[in-house]
């Protein structure tokens, strides 16, 4: 879990079991009380935008993304089969 104050632009994080990667964010704090965070980000499945306000001492899940260059083979009913193009591996069933 990361605290909202870490979102930068760039950062990715799982909102509501949405994979979602940061556009903008902005930091407001006014007078007394809390700040809040304003990010607008991008849902990497759907490719849709939104924009979230969160208060100060909320926090995420973080998420960690490796990406490899790979190539399609084949599927075989709900599984996806692909190869990894230089060590020519199968890394995994998607």
């Given at each position: ?8 632009k760039?950062?990715?994080?799982e ?8 556009l903008?964010?902005?930091h407001n ?28 001492g ?15 083979l084949?599927n ?11 060590t ?7």
């Amino acid at each position: 879990m990361i605290d909202v104050n870490e979102l930068r632009k760039g950062v990715t994080f799982e909102l509501d079991g949405n994979l979602l990667k940061v556009l903008d964010y902005s930091h407001n704090k006014t007078g007394r009380g809390n700040a809040n965070i304003k990010v607008k980000a991008r849902n990497l499945l759907t490719g849709s935008t939104i924009e979230r306000t969160f208060s100060s001492g909320q926090s995420v899940q973080d998420v960690s993304l490796d990406f490899a260059n790979v190539s399609y083979l084949y599927n075989d009913g709900d599984l996806y089969y692909f190869m990894d193009n230089v060590t020519f591996e199968q890394p995994g069933i998607y």
